[in-house]
């Protein structure tokens, strides 16, 4: 039972390089999630899905975009990526109020 | 402004130790409140509540929610090494974004 994947697992990227980071899920869940932690911090809402076609801005936004062409899929863009974009990514999908997350992406931007 | 807010930041206790980590918020229009155990990686759900007053234990673990009070409490009795993890708690928007806001966590290190 897959659940939540996200890839890659780490990345390093230097500075104003992109990168799209995936996020699956098999749960066939309406809503997704992306969160950022940073160290000592706790998870900060970067985007939300509550559906294919349909995504919002979470707390955190600038500097990323998403999209939502499936149910299953909701990856993460980073377009210019900045050192303050390092952080530990994780996604999350859920039906209801529970949510399932993945074991995240650590990427390092140097 | 939507804070979730968790105290203490960090907590170091020894194996046997009863722990109480706190959770408040600033909204009252939220469907759930819920707390998660994050050790290594991802975070792994524990509880969720929604309604005042009306524990839910799971072994140790238990939560209570004040609705009221706009606040949560995460109880652990007799500690042991493996409860050591950051705790996280969180509140759901519900409704049609089903949004879920975290709070900074609690890190609790259980000496033995």
């Known amino acids: 039972n897959a659940g939540v994947t996200q890839t890659p697992k780490f990345r390093i990227l230097k500075i104003g390089q992109s990168m799209t980071l995936q996020c699956t899920q098999d749960m066939n869940h309406n809503y997704m999630y992306w969160y950022r932690q940073d160290p000592g911090m706790g998870l900060k809402l970067i985007y939300y899905s509550v559906g294919a076609g349909i995504t919002d801005k979470g707390e955190v936004p600038n500097g990323y975009n998403v999209s939502r062409s499936t149910t299953e899929d909701f990856p993460l863009r980073l377009e210019l990526a900045a050192p303050s974009q390092t952080s530990v990514y994780f996604c999350a999908s859920s039906y209801g109020d529970e949510a399932f997350f993945g074991q995240g992406t650590r990427l390092t931007v140097v | 402004e939507d804070k979730v807010v968790q105290s203490p930041l960090s907590l170091v206790v020894h194996e046997g130790d009863t722990v109480t980590l706190n959770c408040s918020y600033e909204v009252t229009n939220f469907r759930s409140l819920l707390w998660y155990k994050q050790e290594k990686k991802a975070p792994t759900f524990l509880f969720m509540l929604?309604?005042?007053?009306i524990e839910k234990k799971s072994g140790r673990l238990s939560s209570i929610l004040d609705k009221k009070e706009l606040f949560s409490i995460l109880n652990i009795t007799a500690t042991q090494t493996g409860d050591s993890a950051v705790y996280l708690c969180a509140r759901s928007y519900g409704g049609a974004t089903n949004k879920l806001i975290f709070g900074t966590g609690t890190l609790l290190a259980v000496q033995p």
């Open positions: 929604t309604s005042s007053g």
